[in-house]
């Protein structure tokens, strides 16, 4: 082993072991906070190394809705919808990043921020409809916001629109772009949205204290950081880490690979019952990992039975909130990390399961350096056709938003389905009390609906498999769900007589005569149906 990367290896461990408390709280490794300074000046600062990524998809695809993060946000009671106002208005002028657009000056692409920035809260009655027909067009409504794009260089890029079901009952549809927002963001939003909802509407001063930074403030230490040795051990681990991985992830879809693909998608939801969530997080405190190790494990593992492939490359997002002051900020914090499994040789879901947790702590380890970063150093082969060096993507939050209690107010908030998928596949899932809930979000030109809800299927029946015995080889975990068993060993199998089998060629006539139209033989974009195929087998 070289100088340098025995002492990459050795800060490695450092930091590995501070990151051990992830097995005590999946999410944020708190231990290294370095801190960042506040700008000196207020000049346009330049865009996170995300940011930048964003931007430029953008160009692409000007004005599309993939990276709009919509939510609706119930308002049940007695709403003062003028202390909403004022309470929006407060956290834009709390947050930069809420009134901040983006455009090219003479110092380089660059963060615009707005000094003042007043957002519109329309609103749209529909209480003339009847229950059904408002649920209809309340969902109609929802689609079609988070299918509206943002002009990322005129702005905001924030937009809110309050629905009015009845005069107790209300829908905030709340829709940012994401280069000004995460998931993470989101919590900090409606947090603070109650509490100022709650101060002003006593009549109070805010109670929210001032920040110690702003986005920009972290855009300006990351650009500053990451160089140097920060950056060559960064980057030196993920080399090492991906040398020689998968390219592309080789899943049976429903239809052929499209040369440019869309983002066109929708999802299918998943559920486990109570007794095998708590099986699932009784063996992972067994195993010494976290849920969210052993939930990833179990999805690499029905990724490689139905791929057949032993080289299995995830991405998954981390918060990467791992500086002091960043916890509290609503902007772009969010890294991919490329997360990577070997399944060679038919292992048991323990030793996989062991796999996973080094790979995981030490991809935690690593996570400073921004996926945008290492696409530049990888230069990974690129394709119209599928997204570089993962495919398929897995989400996991061990913490939902809770419904907030106002006075003579409740608010209750959801993510929306804007029908779209960056990925052929994402899973996410989330711990909800005693239970594990989600979605499996796939790409429409590959998937139809009812495959992804087989593939579910399937994923809960491993998952079962594994909480029984974890000793299991790989290719001994049970998929097939009871119905199809049931399918495959009795319902297949069932006698049919067919009388008097005269000759192949009489009985494929016979099916001519039955389904002349339809297909009989396809290869590439070439298709013959029964009937072309007999008269082409007559004319020999």
Not at 33 to 54: G, H, M, Y
Request: hydrophobic letters at 40%.
């Amino acid at each position: 082993m070289s100088t340098q990367h025995a002492r990459i290896f050795e800060l490695s461990s450092k930091r590995r072991a501070l990151l051990e408390e992830l097995l005590q709280e999946e999410g944020v490794e708190r231990a290294c906070t370095p801190v960042i300074p506040r700008r000196t000046n207020n000049d346009p600062a330049p865009l996170s190394f995300a940011q930048q990524r964003l931007w430029f998809l953008d160009q692409l695809d000007p004005g599309g809705s993939a990276y709009n993060i919509p939510w609706a946000i119930r308002l049940e009671g007695c709403l003062n919808v003028e202390v909403l106002r004022q309470a929006l208005a407060e956290i834009i002028a709390r947050h930069e990043t809420l009134r901040t657009t983006f455009g090219v000056t003479s110092e380089g692409l660059r963060q615009v921020i707005a000094p003042v920035l007043n957002i519109p809260l329309p609103i749209i009655n529909i209480e003339a409809l009847d229950s059904a027909e408002r649920e209809t067009e309340v969902q109609r409504l929802v689609l079609q916001e988070a299918q509206q794009g943002f002009d990322l260089t005129i702005g905001p890029l924030l937009r809110t629109t309050l629905l009015r079901l009845r005069e107790d009952d209300r829908v905030l549809l709340l829709t940012i772009h994401h280069i000004i927002s995460d998931g993470w963001s989101a919590g900090v939003i409606l947090q603070e949205l109650g509490a100022l909802y709650e101060a002003f509407a006593a009549g109070q001063q805010s109670p929210l204290a001032d920040l110690p930074i702003q986005y920009a403030d972290y855009a300006v230490w990351q650009r500053e950081r990451l160089r140097g040795e920060v950056l060559d051990e960064q980057l030196a681990y993920w080399r090492c880490q991906l040398a020689g991985a998968s390219l592309v992830l080789n899943l049976p879809t429903d239809h052929p690979r499209p040369v440019v693909r869309s983002v066109r998608g929708a999802r299918e939801s998943l559920s486990l019952t109570a007794p095998l969530t708590e099986q699932l997080k009784s063996l992972s405190r067994d195993e010494g990992v976290t849920l969210y190790m052993l939930l990833l494990a179990a999805f690499q593992v029905l990724l490689h039975r139905y791929t057949q492939q032993t080289d299995i490359v995830i991405g998954s997002p981390i918060a990467n909130r791992t500086q002091a002051g960043t916890t509290e900020l609503i902007g772009f914090f969010a890294n991919t990390a490329v997360l990577r499994s070997d399944l060679r040789g038919d292992p048991s879901f323990r030793e996989v399961l062991r796999q996973v947790r080094e790979v995981t702590l030490d991809a935690y380890a690593h996570q400073e350096l921004p996926f945008e970063k290492l696409m530049d150093e990888l230069q990974p082969e690129r394709s119209l056709s599928h997204t570089p060096l993962f495919q398929v993507a897995f989400v996991f939050q061990n913490a939902v938003i809770e419904e907030r209690r106002l006075p003579g107010l409740s608010m209750s908030a959801t993510r929306v389905d804007g029908a779209t998928s960056k990925f052929d596949l994402t899973l996410s899932l989330v711990e909800d009390s005693d239970k594990l809930s989600g979605s499996l979000e796939y790409s429409t030109d590959l998937f139809e609906a009812a495959t992804i809800r087989r593939m579910l299927g399937h994923f809960k029946t491993l998952l079962s498999g594994i909480a029984r015995d974890a000793n299991q080889r790989l290719a001994a975990l049970p998929l097939l769900t009871q119905a199809e068993e049931e399918q495959l060993l009795v319902g297949w199998n069932e006698r049919e007589e067919y009388g008097e089998v005269k000759s192949l060629a009489e009985e494929f006539e016979k099916q001519v005569e039955r389904r002349g139209e339809a297909i009989a033989v396809s290869f590439g974009e070439e298709e013959v149906s029964y009937g072309e195929l007999n008269e082409r087998a007559n004319q020999v």
